[in-house]
């Protein structure tokens, strides 16, 4: 349906060029894995050295014994590239052996099915546009079918000693290179192997000619080297551990490994929802990167932080867009969904409704500059980001005459998507109003550190002071009413009036309400699908009392069904500061290990970034008590019962924190 606003087109993230692929030929015959008795496997996700290593022995059909070792590696200091370490080594076989190594397509996307999560369709793959090989080298070009956007994948190799090439093949869909040696018992061959890929948007350094120039030169061991270093620096900086649960730490380990290794580090791409471990979403990004994710980078890897905001700037033409589409004449209203810029969902209800992204966005970039105080963002990207998204709350806010004059938000969703289109959204009107806080600061603070660049950004945007002081009023009016009777912040104006869920829980494996019932039968009752109210607990609660966020927790957790991942972690850390310890290890241990055993049963569809930020987050903001309230940190440690201590690395201001937590007490250093 074609409505003014509603968005006609959409993004998605298709398969590329697969370029991992080494095979084996004994002589003339093809290695089958599944036809050879396996002896011996193991696989090992290295996190202190960002690699995976996989070893197997097995027997051929023929009764030949062999084992294979493969060493692969992403190194974080390169845009994308590959680099693979395969090697071969005879136990009792002798004869010819060929390495196949191709780059290959075809693989399509995965289909939604039932599952909404997924995505709306997979898109139209890519079409190949130019195939080559030879003994040097082998490149696949790969062109959008609209666009025109064109991605090169192309690959390179170092022999070792007695492997020559033998072919190079190049056709439907396929490029690849055939390396030949002869085996005698006791003996390996081995080969690397480095695939780059360029899409255009890097720098000259990041054509795939250059990249696969200095892979070469380095060698394995050396990219190997590097990618180690720059773990070994990470993990000083992102630091933990738990005494007595080896397990939890582990898991802390390897989601905080994910994270790293998915956000987006080079200012042009977003941080997925999936990250890039999966098809789910259509690789799009929500709020929650901000909400979720990016603390996590603030207070471990500033620079992937700034990184990840820059994504923001370098799309906010797309939020004005949306902004224009949405009848606003100024000002930037970021997309709920989008991979480029431009909103990529038609379902407003609770899509473009959700107008408290701007406030989350705005979150990421205060909660940045308290960790970092980079007055260089601020007057280069962060202020422009907070004034355009600030102005858009008095164009769809009013002073209320009939409360007052408080300021109030219509007809927008808040986080809980099984509520939507309500008027004063608790949590979206205490973030607006703490975005419009933001905005006034960081005018306030260019104009006493930076008029120059102050003056010309808002000539540029046309702001000026009279518009800055609307903000002001607006938040220092904003309404955040409680109601008597339970003394709870209501979600909005009229959930409290609604019933509850009267359907019975559905036994089984956990499966969400959106699946098996209308939006309107949800839109109806008292039920949510994750923190909404308590949401707003945790990212701007302070000046609110214990009693009243006890309250809060109580009557809302009764209603929420946890649907999203998003909701555990958030729970997990309010329950800490109310003193619910028990829940707060529940949902603690349910977002640290969502993925780990496929909580929700979608992890086939990629893994929860925000569930697996919410995992670090539960220990450093919900068992270490971390907030950050007028630019300053604070800590409230509670330890959990099934521990003996814990600790975590923060950075700060260009400093380095380390907090221990035990039964004797805490210690800062």
């Known amino acids: 349906e074609r409505f003014p606003g509603f968005t006609r087109s959409t993004d998605t993230r298709v398969p590329v060029a697969e370029g991992k692929h080494i095979r084996l030929q004994l002589g003339d015959a093809p290695l089958r894995l599944q036809e050879a008795e396996w002896l011996d496997f193991e696989r090992t996700l290295d996190l202190a050295a960002g690699a995976l290593v996989r070893r197997l022995r097995l027997k051929t059909a023929q009764g030949h014994t062999l084992e294979i070792r493969a060493r692969r590696v992403v190194p974080l200091a390169e845009r994308a590239l590959l680099a693979i370490r395969f090697e071969v080594a005879s136990i009792d076989y002798t004869g010819p052996l060929t390495l196949c190594s191709s780059i290959e397509t075809g693989r399509q996307a995965v289909q939604q099915g039932d599952d909404p999560r997924i995505g709306v369709h997979g898109g139209k793959g890519l079409q190949v546009a130019e195939e080559q090989a030879d003994a040097e080298g082998a490149r696949l070009t790969q062109r959008t079918h609209h666009s025109g956007v064109a991605l090169i994948c192309a690959q390179r190799h170092r022999l070792s000693p007695g492997m020559v090439p033998t072919a190079a093949l190049a056709g439907e869909g396929r490029v690849e290179q055939r390396f030949g040696a002869t085996l005698t018992p006791g003996a390996s061959v081995a080969i690397e192997k480095y695939v780059a890929y360029d899409d255009g948007n890097g720098q000259a350094g990041d054509g795939v000619d250059a990249v696969l120039g200095r892979a070469l ?71 929650d990167t901000e909400a979720f994710v990016l603390p996590v980078m603030a207070f471990t890897a500033p620079d992937v932080a700034r990184a990840m905001l820059m994504y923001r700037y370098r799309t906010l033409d797309g939020a004005r867009d949306t902004a224009r589409a949405m009848n606003h004449p ?15 969902s038609a ?15 705005a979150h990421g970039i205060g909660l940045y500059l308290d960790a970092s105080d980079d007055l260089d963002f601020l007057s280069e990207a962060g202020a422009e980001i907070l004034f355009e998204t600030a102005r858009i709350w008095p164009q769809a806010g009013h002073f209320n005459p009939r409360l007052d004059g408080a300021f109030c938000i219509h007809e927008v969703t808040g986080p809980d998507e099984y509520t939507t289109l309500v008027n004063n959204n608790w949590y979206t009107n205490r973030m607006a109003q703490r975005h419009l806080q933001r905005a006034v600061d960081a005018w306030q603070r260019l104009s006493a550190d930076r008029p120059d660049a102050l003056h010309a950004l808002a000539a540029r945007i046309g702001l000026e002071g009279e518009e800055v002081a609307l903000w002001q009023r607006a938040a220092d009016a904003m309404y955040l009413p409680v109601d008597r009777a339970l003394g709870i912040q209501p979600q909005d104006d009229d959930f409290l009036a609604k019933p509850r869920w009267p359907f019975p829980s559905r036994e089984g494996p956990h499966r969400p309400l959106l699946l098996d019932y209308h939006p309107l039968t949800l839109y109806r009752h008292q039920v949510c699908k994750q923190a909404d109210v308590v949401m707003a607990m945790v990212l701007a609660g302070d ?12 009557y809302y957790e009764a209603v929420t069904t946890h649907d999203s991942t998003l909701s ?45 930020a919410g995992s670090w987050l539960g220990l450093v903001q919900g068992f270490g008590g971390l907030r950050v309230a007028g630019g300053h940190l604070r800590f409230a440690p509670t330890l959990p019962k099934a521990w003996k201590g814990y600790g975590f690395n923060l950075r700060w201001r260009g400093c380095a924190l380390r907090v221990d937590v035990d039964a004797r007490g805490v210690r800062y250093r």
């Open 330 to 344: 100024r000002g930037a209203l970021y997309p709920w969904r989008t991979i480029a810029g431009r909103e990529c």
């Open 543 to 554: 000046g609110i009392d214990l009693g009243t966020k006890r309250r809060d927790f109580d």
């Open 347 to 361: 379902h407003y209800p609770s899509g473009s409704a959700a107008y408290h992204i701007n406030a989350a966005i």
């Open 217 to 287: 030169r380095d060698g394995f061991d050396a990219i190997a080297g590097a990618q180690a270093d720059t773990m070994r620096a990470f993990w000083q900086r992102a630091g933990l551990s738990v005494d007595g649960d080896p397990a939890a730490e582990l898991a802390l380990r390897f989601n905080l490994f994910h994270l790293l290794q998915s956000a987006g580090r080079d200012g042009i791409n977003g941080t997925a929802a999936k990250g890039i471990t999966g098809e789910g979403y259509e690789g799009h990004c929500f709020w």
């Open 568 to 612: 555990a972690p958030v729970y997990g850390i309010l329950a800490s500061e109310v003193g619910q310890d028990e829940k707060a290890w529940q949902y603690f241990d349910a977002s640290l290990r969502v993925d780990l055993d496929d909580l929700h049963g979608n992890t086939d569809h990629g893994v929860h970034m925000a569930a697996m």
